[in-house]
């Protein structure tokens, strides 16, 4: 029950004392890091989502931490640069979720696009088309130029199509070349947002983060929140809001009462597929091409599965964001395109996602071009409100640090306070004191298998989840009897029952699709859910009737926005 009352002292103290000194809409990735940044300077601040953590933009994402070497066609240098900076930085502060990459982009012509980079910088080209390899080569050389001063990862390499097929047998013989660089991974960035508001919390007794929250209204002075549990609106006082809702940010706006159109956003969708043959010929690597029509496609090994995506298609909505049959289809043509002896098939897709990327609003017909940068645009105070908003628009997941960094400035600047912290190198939840070698890793379990007694594999299995933090999470696990779960022998019920009460789960779907990869890996069953609903209700205190709910909740969600069917609504009306 820690969890609850966790929630319900915020909630109290929140009616005893409205008065706060920011508040930030939206527990995206961009609204937690500047969440995290005010906390580490010592700032009250509230963090509320209408959702959980981390379940809109931020959830949806390529799950790359990368420069954007395709941005430098739009002639975006200072992101490129700022998101190179960042990648490096996120692989020594966080390197227990952001892994390097290397990634392989198969060329099928040797001259195509030659010309498209100057003539969109001079502004006379407004179509992109397939990349060959002279202009991939000359990206690649400017892409090291600004890799290379940090040293993180290697420099690119180039193959000609010999050496390719010998490398990756399973490759379309009709390509001429591969090019092959480096970025990085982030398989579950989900965990990373929820260690950054732990982090946070811990960091500034006036930092409160509450998810299923959502911003409702306005009276000039206060903002009215509707608690998604309770009946009673909470109403808080802020000097300073930070619109961060990403995608919904003209939504959010209009709650408040003001008529914006700050974003137009673009959905992208992504495929998980169960397809032995294709992970083993991807190699670990990601690949990564274009379309005839320069549209992106990346393939990806994730744990066991593989990533497909992704999509850019206009979207009013961000909320009715889905992927749909047409998407599924073109996916796995693309597929085929680079491995043609590989054949998969929409029975192989094991989970699907689709969210809405918050970009600037845009008359472009080309989606792929509207600007990936971020900005901020501040709405003053004036005849209805009393406080200043500032809109986060919008960025990208490897440079929210830059961007969270940035909008303190701001924010402190307004308040006549100093930076105390700078968060540029500091580690961030189990990154830190993470081991740098094998050897040391290796000294680390031996330590902690004498500390707990708890199996070295299981240790090893925590350690490859949760980082440094697995210290905790085993201590509590040995604190208590304990037993693997009857339906999945990786997680065990005190493993859960630790999630459920440190990491703010509210919902059953928190645990399943945001704190471990278990649906997004296909790793659902009925059996399995029913199961884990018993142990998060025992841990909240659930009725039969609640946990029973829960199931077909989480159920629901799995079928209407993953294309998940675990026949559960159907046997139990
Ligand atoms: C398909 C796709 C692929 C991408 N791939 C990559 C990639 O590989 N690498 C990369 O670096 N970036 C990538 N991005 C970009 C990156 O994911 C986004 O820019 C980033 O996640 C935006 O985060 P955010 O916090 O601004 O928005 P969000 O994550 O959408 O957060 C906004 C939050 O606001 C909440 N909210 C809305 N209205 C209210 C309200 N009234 N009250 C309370 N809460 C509210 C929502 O519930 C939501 O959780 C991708 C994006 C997409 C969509």
Not at 181 to 204: G, N, Q, V
Not at 219 to 228: A, F, M, N, Q, Y
Not at 434 to 443: C, Q, V
Not at 549 to 564: G, M, S, W, Y
Request: contains cysteine.
């Amino acid at each position: 029950m820690m969890n609850s009352h966790a929630r319900d002292h915020i909630l109290e103290a929140l009616r005893q004392n409205p008065e706060i000194s920011v508040l930030i809409i939206g527990a995206g990735i961009n609204g937690i890091a500047t969440f995290r940044d005010l906390a580490l300077q010592g700032m009250d601040v509230l963090l509320v989502d209408q959702a959980d953590f981390c379940s809109g933009a931020s959830a949806a994402s390529s799950h790359m931490i990368h420069g954007g070497i395709r941005y430098l066609e739009n002639g975006e240098f200072r992101l490129v640069r700022e998101a190179v900076r960042e990648r490096n930085n996120l692989l020594q502060n966080a390197p227990h979720y952001v892994k390097p990459l290397a990634t392989t982009i198969p060329i099928f012509k040797w001259f195509s696009g030659l010309f498209n980079a100057p003539l969109k910088f001079l502004g006379l080209l407004n179509k992109p088309t397939e990349r060959g390899a002279v202009v991939i080569k000359i990206g690649l050389l400017l892409y090291d130029a600004y890799t290379r001063l940090q040293g993180t990862v290697p420099v690119h390499t180039w193959a000609f199509r010999k050496q390719s097929l010998e490398k990756y047998p399973q490759l379309n013989p009709a390509i001429k070349c591969t090019a092959t660089y480096y970025d990085a991974m982030i398989p579950t960035p989900e965990r990373l947002c929820i260690e950054l508001i732990l982090e946070a919390e811990a960091a500034s007794p006036g930092a409160r983060a509450l998810n299923y929250m959502r911003v409702i209204a306005t009276d000039k002075t206060s903002v009215r929140l509707k608690d998604e549990f309770g009946d009673e609106a909470l109403l808080v006082k802020p000097k300073i809001v930070i619109n961060a809702a990403g995608p919904w940010i003209d939504f959010a706006n209009g709650a408040l009462g003001l008529i914006t159109r700050m974003v137009g956003g673009t959905k992208g969708s992504h495929l998980v597929l169960d397809h032995p043959q294709l992970h083993s010929a991807l190699g670990g690597q990601e690949f990564f091409f274009e379309n005839k029509d320069g549209r992106i496609v990346l393939l990806f090994p994730l744990m066991d599965k593989v990533l497909v995506g992704t999509s850019d298609l206009r979207i009013d909505d961000p909320s009715e964001a889905r992927c749909t049959q047409e998407e599924v289809d073109y996916f796995l043509s693309m597929i085929e395109k680079v491995f043609p002896q590989i054949k998969v098939a929409d029975a192989d897709i094991v989970f699907t996602f689709s969210g809405v990327r918050p970009l600037p609003s845009s008359a472009s017909s080309q989606t792929g071009q509207i600007s990936r940068d971020h900005k901020i645009e501040v709405i003053e105070p004036g005849e209805q409100l009393d406080f200043p908003i500032l809109c986060l628009i919008g960025g990208k997941w490897t440079s929210f640090r830059a961007f969270s960094e940035e909008v303190s400035n701001v924010v402190l600047e307004r308040l006549g306070l100093k930076r105390l912290v700078s968060t540029e190198h500091l580690a961030i939840g189990g990154g830190r004191g993470y081991p740098r070698d094998d050897n040391a890793r290796d000294a680390l379990l031996t330590h902690w298998v004498e500390e707990t007694a708890l199996p070295r594999q299981r240790l090893i299995t925590l350690f490859e989840r949760y980082g440094t933090r697995f210290k905790e999470v085993a201590s509590f696990i040995g604190a208590g009897r304990d037993e693997a779960l009857r339906e999945h022998a990786a997680y065990s019920r005190r493993e859960i029952s630790y999630l459920v009460r440190e990491e703010k789960i509210l919902h059953l779907d928190d645990l399943v699709l945001r704190r471990s990869l278990l649906a997004m890996l296909g790793e659902l069953t009925p059996e399995l859910l029913e199961e884990l609903a018993q142990i998060v209700g025992e841990s909240l205190g659930w009725s039969e009737e609640e946990t029973h709910a829960e199931v077909k909740r989480t159920a629901a969600i799995l079928q209407d926005k993953h294309n998940v069917s675990l026949g559960i609504n159907r046997n139990n009306p």
